[in-house]
């Protein structure tokens, strides 16, 4: 596993970033729409993040983010007969934003060209 990396929100205490990707599977013949009542509790979340193809990266308070992230677990799991979440969760001391800062710091070295998502 990678360091784990510490940031601080515009509270001034500690965040984590944290990398989620939840799988079902079972009976459910729904499974987009699922997926987007997921994704609106992460939107009205207030937390900083980023959609993947494979899952969501997020920026937050540890407590208050694995809060969340039981919650979409727990709506998951309603429709269907078995889930898997994997959280994978990185801090540093020394930085905050990493949600964008590790990607940019990634282009930097490859002299790639960055755009920013609009979060």
Known sequence: MKGLRIIEDNRGRN?????????????????????????KMLDGSGFHYLLTPSGACIEGDWEEVMTLIAQCHDHRREPSSHVITKVKVENDRDGRNRLTLNVQSVAADGKLEYAPLVL
């Open 15 to 39: 965040t984590v970033l944290f990398e989620l990707n939840i799988i079902s599977s079972g009976q459910t013949s729904q499974k987009k729409g699922e997926i987007a009542e997921a994704m």
